[in-house]
C-alpha cells in the first residue's frame, strides 16, 4: 500500500518536472523572440523612433533609430579674467591755430533757360463770300453792235450750288474811272449776266473789278489787262463770280 503512494507521488512528480520543463523551455523561447514580453523581467531598454524631418508620405516613413548614447565629457567652465584698465593718457594742450578766413565763393546763378520757339499758325484769313469761278477770258466782241468800238467786261454770278444768282452788285474800276453794275441786268452773258462799260475802243490799261455789298468788296479783286496790239479780237472780257457757301 505504501509503496503504491510512492509510486504514484513519484509518477506525478515526475510529470510536473517535465511540464515546468517544457513551460520554461516555451518562456524562454518567447522571450528570444519577442524580448518586450511580460514574462520577461529584465526587458532591454526600449529605442526611440526619430522622425525624419524631411516630409515623405505615410506608406514611405522608415522609423530610425538613435546610436546607443555614450556620455560625453562637459568641460567645466573656468573663470576669464577680466582685463586690467589700462590708464587713460591726457593729451598735452596745444594751441589752435587761428582759422584763416577764406572767402566763399559766390555761386553764380545760372543762365535763364532759353527760351523756345513756340510756333504760332498765321489764321486762315476768313473765306471770301464770293470768289472768281473759272478763268478770265479776252474774247472779241459779240455782245453788241459796236464791234471794234467798243471795250468792256462782264459775265455771270452763280451761288453756292451753281445756279445763276441775280441781284449781286460787282463794281469795276481803273484810276479816276469806276464803272457799277447788277448781276441780272445783261442777259446776253446769263440770266444773272453782268456788265461794264470800259472804253470806247481797244486801250492799254490794267482794270479791277469786285463784288459788293453794302459798299464792302466781299470777293478777292480780280485784276486784268486790256492792249491795243489784238485790235478788236480781244475787246471783250468774260469774269464769272461764284458764292462760296
Not at 94 to 120: E, L, N, Q, S, V
Amino acid at each position: 500500500m505504501l509503496s503504491q503512494i510512492d509510486e504514484r507521488v513519484a509518477l506525478f512528480a515526475t510529470v510536473v518536472f517535465l511540464a515546468l520543463t517544457v513551460m520554461t523551455c516555451l518562456c524562454y523561447l518567447t522571450i528570444y523572440i519577442n524580448p518586450y514580453m511580460p514574462l520577461n523581467p529584465f526587458p532591454p531598454p526600449r529605442e526611440v523612433a526619430v522622425a525624419s524631418p524631411t516630409a515623405t508620405r505615410p506608406e514611405d516613413t522608415v522609423a530610425t533609430f538613435p546610436p546607443t548614447w555614450t556620455p560625453t565629457h562637459t568641460a567645466t567652465p573656468t573663470d576669464t579674467p577680466v582685463p586690467t584698465e589700462t590708464p587713460t593718457v591726457t593729451p598735452t594742450t596745444t594751441d589752435t591755430p587761428t582759422p584763416t578766413f577764406t572767402p566763399t565763393a559766390t555761386r553764380k546763378p545760372a543762365p535763364p533757360p532759353t527760351a523756345t520757339h513756340t510756333h504760332t499758325p498765321t489764321p486762315s484769313p476768313t473765306p471770301w463770300p464770293y470768289v472768281q469761278h473759272g478763268y478770265t477770258y479776252m474774247l472779241p466782241n459779240d455782245k453788241n453792235e459796236a464791234g471794234c468800238d467798243w471795250l468792256g467786261v462782264g459775265g455771270q454770278v452763280y451761288d453756292a450750288q451753281g445756279i445763276p444768282f441775280p441781284g449781286v452788285s460787282i463794281r469795276c474800276w481803273s484810276g479816276g474811272f469806276e464803272g457799277p453794275s447788277v448781276s441780272g441786268g445783261h442777259p446776253e452773258y446769263g440770266p444773272a449776266g453782268w456788265e461794264v462799260y470800259l472804253y470806247d475802243q481797244p486801250r492799254d490799261a490794267t482794270w479791277n473789278c469786285q463784288v459788293m455789298e453794302g459798299g464792302t468788296g466781299v470777293s478777292p479783286v480780280v485784276t486784268f489787262t486790256t492792249t491795243t496790239n489784238n485790235g478788236c479780237n480781244l475787246n471783250s472780257v468774260r469774269i464769272d463770280f461764284k458764292r462760296t457757301s
